[in-house]
């Protein structure tokens, strides 16, 4: 079986979650007979040996500088000299002129389209090879409007992919509600299959925390909230840090980690200010590698509070690096797991509520990060891809039928 | 000789914790009451779906068969936790039960008032709240209980070695296999180390027959009735009681009326009192009319619960370890703030149930403790727990009383 895998960007040259879901299923599909060739709108070596990547772009582009910011511009290097930033849309446009030439020449059983970004190249596709197109919902434009409706050009482009596919694929049931909401798309028509992680597939810590003064203070008896994320509309961390406040009024030896960057940067370091508690808040800015790893490891719980988050991996990699999670009831991972706590990202209260009985609890903290531990070893890909699988089969036999 | 079914049915609700938050603790002090209705965990919307699914039907149907068969008889036990919550909200219920114990055949056994584990931490804690059940008991039915169930049939030599002292003819408790061996529990037995005091043993296959696996369609023996029921028990020839020991919401609660339950539990009598021989007995008749056969010593201690037959449902997390010390360790001085409503919120924290509802055990697996719980999970039951005993710490220290 031959898959045509349209997606907008591979580890270690991705800007968040998207990437990283796209590879490890891959890698998983792989395993399963699936052949896929994986098209990418830009061209770097990628060190990836269980599929084929190729690169979707016009002849006389010689090279493509990315910004490592999602949905930024990217400058286009052409084959004359001349550099131009091009922007999104322009990208897609040379995306899809460029996979409507590949599909020519090869022969694709199944075309599976990774977010809207990849829609428009994925029906250029599928009218040409006729071959059915499975869409792959990892966000809607809403999630990535903080619950807002968002770009109309988007929003369009989602709705027109999601009514033209044969088939929809959402990586939670969260998700799955959000497009049945905002797209008028009937539940039949839409799987849930959840993300995943490779437990195995971890960089594993070293001996010494990048955060030597955090580990000082914990010497002392402080407690560590860590978040780490995009600092965006979606990502809820003014209500994180209106929870701090409260947490630090019973539990001052509480400090709040906050990993990332992003358009609230600055918003949020005022009200920090404002709340009167920034000498318990620190911004670290964007990290990567060791730093980023020892975020998640010198925490004594992780928060993600997000007002919608469609999968959200980075809990799970928290726990891997052992720290359990409160994570908001809107987000695809907590149907995933079991032993944290849950909370509606509007209630402020109920959330510092938990986060005051991590910090004063270790037996909590301890039983949390235990049991879900045991629940991260025993997740995989494996059953994802297995029906995902499942899927391309049914349609291929449909179509040729 | 004759032979007797002995059926012992527990009655139990605790006054479970409301959503109480941190921001709650210091200010409110009402751990159990003012919750929404249709809450989870309100305990008034729980008396009334357990009343009307499970104890006026049952109380019924075991009234008529009172009346009906001059030879049926039961025993009962039911906390104080769960009289004052049907006084509060299901008079009614609470009459149906006073009519049960008014025809004379049905026997009341003591036990904690409020459903703790006393016993394990504080023995005077414990002594006390057996005086408040045996007071409770004889105010509210007249009666006073000759026989002893700790909570959860959590047992061992050192409780039976009390009760004995205590003055108290029986004592019940899990008739447990590594514990009786190749011996049957189908006969009285002398704890070791007593005196006077006779042991009943809990036949778990048979009850469990009944109280878990009745409505099980994939059990072998699917559907049970009473004629089934009855001709195993005929069939067994070493024994002379046949311990049937369950939680009285087996009956419409844990298996629904439409399991046949109900109708399991009327023809029960009729099936067993067709064999001449075969009668009921209460746990007390039981003790007067069968010598013991043996002596049975149990050094540690053993529950009804789970397949590991001990504590840990409770007390088995880190979470439960630390809830429950802190919790004792309040007790001098929450006894010496003579509050008297201060001290009896510690009493109803101390109910087992609360330590069940943290189980992480099975979590995982959405079982049983998941089904009983009205917490979305164990953490969070741990969490509203713990803020209650912060705010305990917040009034004590109010009074003057540093913690």
């Known amino acids: ?401 | 000789m004759s032979r007797a079914i002995i059926l012992y049915l527990h009655v139990h609700q605790p006054f479970r914790i409301r959503h109480y938050t941190i921001f709650d603790a210091g200010k409110n002090h009402d751990y159990f009451f003012t919750m929404p209705y249709e809450d989870r965990t309100s305990n008034e919307r729980i008396i009334h779906k357990v009343a009307e699914k499970s104890y006026l039907p049952t109380n019924a149907k075991l009234l008529e068969l009172l009346h009906r068969y001059p030879e049926f008889r039961l025993s009962i036990s039911i906390t104080g936790t769960v009289i004052e919550q049907l006084e509060m909200w299901s008079p009614m219920t609470l009459q149906s039960f006073k009519d049960l114990i008014d025809t004379g055949r049905v026997e009341i056994v003591g036990e904690t008032y409020h459903h703790s584990l006393a016993f394990f931490y504080n023995q005077q804690e414990f002594e006390t709240q057996v005086a408040m059940h045996r007071k409770k008991v004889q105010e509210v039915f007249g009666k006073t209980p000759a026989v002893f169930r700790n909570t959860e049939l959590a047992y061992n030599n050192d409780l039976a070695y009390w009760a004995d002292k205590a003055g108290y003819k029986g004592i019940l408790a899990e008739g447990w296999d590594p514990i009786l061996g190749w011996r049957s529990p189908n006969f009285v037995y002398r704890p070791s180390y007593t005196e006077n005091i006779r042991l009943l043993m809990k036949n778990y296959r048979l009850s469990d027959d009944i109280a878990f696996r009745f409505s099980n369609r994939n059990w072998s023996e699917w559907p049970l009735t009473a004629d089934k029921f009855t001709h195993w028990l005929n069939e067994t020839h070493d024994g002379t009681n046949f311990n049937l020991f369950m939680d009285y919401e087996t009956f419409g609660e844990h298996q629904w009326d439409d399991s046949g339950i109900f109708n399991f539990l009327h023809h029960l009598p009729e099936q067993w009192l067709k064999t001449p021989g075969n009668t009921f007995m209460t746990v007390s008749e039981a003790i007067d009319a069968y010598e013991p056969v043996d002596y049975v010593d149990m050094p540690y201690t053993v529950t009804w619960a789970d397949t590991e037959r001990d504590l840990s449902a409770w007390l088995g997390n880190r979470m439960q370890q630390q809830a429950i010390h802190a919790l004792y360790d309040l007790h001098d001085k929450i006894i010496g703030s003579k509050d008297l409503q201060l001290i009896e919120d510690y009493r109803r924290l101390q109910t087992s149930d609360h330590f069940y509802y943290m189980c992480t055990k099975w979590f995982n697996d959405g079982d049983i403790h998941a089904y009983f719980s009205p917490y979305e999970n164990p953490y969070e039951a741990f969490i509203a727990f713990m803020n209650a005993y912060h705010d305990m710490k917040f009034r004590l220290n109010e009074k003057g009383i540093e913690v």
């Open chain 1, 1 to 401: 079986m031959k898959v045509l895998m349209l997606g907008w960007e591979l580890p270690p040259y991705n800007s968040g979650g998207l990437g990283v879901a796209c590879y490890q299923l891959c890698k998983a599909l792989s395993k399963k007979n699936i052949d896929i060739e994986f098209v990418l709108p830009y061209n770097h070596d990628h060190p990836i040996d269980f599929m084929k990547v190729t690169a979707a772009h016009p002849q006389d582009v010689k090279a493509i500088k990315m910004s490592g910011i999602a949905y930024d511009s990217y400058k286009y290097i052409f084959a004359d000299g001349h550099e131009e930033y091009l922007s999104l849309t322009e990208q897609q446009s040379l995306y899809e002129r460029a996979v409507a030439q590949l599909v020519k020449y090869g022969k694709y059983d199944v075309i599976h389209a990774h977010d809207w970004l990849t829609f428009r190249a994925a029906l250029r596709a599928r009218q040409i090879t006729r071959a059915p197109l499975i869409v792959h919902i990892h966000s809607v434009e809403r999630d990535r409007a903080g619950g807002n409706d968002g770009n109309p050009y988007v929003r369009e482009i989602e709705s027109i992919g999601l009514l033209m596919a044969d088939k929809i694929i959402a990586v939670s049931e969260h998700t799955k509600r959000c497009i049945m909401r905002d797209y008028d798309i009937p539940g039949d028509k839409i799987e849930v299959i959840h993300n995943s992680i490779d437990s195995e597939g971890l960089e594993p810590l070293d001996e010494h925390n990048a955060y030597q003064y955090l580990s000082a203070m914990k010497q002392q008896g402080h407690k560590v909230v860590v978040s780490i994320g995009r600092l965006t509309m979606q990502k809820n961390l003014p209500n994180l840090l209106r929870a701090a406040k409260e947490v630090i009024a019973r539990a001052p030896k509480t400090l709040f980690l906050i990993v990332g960057s992003g358009e609230q940067y600055f918003e949020l370091i005022e009200q920090a200010a404002e709340l009167g508690i920034s000498r318990n808040v620190i911004f670290t800015g964007f990290q990567r590698g060791k730093n980023w790893r020892d975020a998640y490891a010198i925490g004594d719980v992780f928060v993600m509070p997000s007002i919608s988050e469609p999968f959200g991996l980075t809990p799970l990699e928290a726990i891997s690096y052992g720290t359990p999670v409160v994570i908001s009831k809107q987000s695809g991972v907590s149907e995933v797991i079991k032993n944290c706590l849950k909370v509606d990202f509007w209630d402020v209260n109920e959330l510092a509520n938990q986060i005051t009985a991590i910090v004063m609890n270790d037996s909590l903290r301890d039983e949390l990060h235990d049991n879900s531990y045991h629940e991260f070893v025993n997740l995989s890909w494996d059953n994802s891809a297995h029906k995902l699988a499942n899927i391309y089969r049914r349609h291929y036999a449909e179509a040729a039928a």
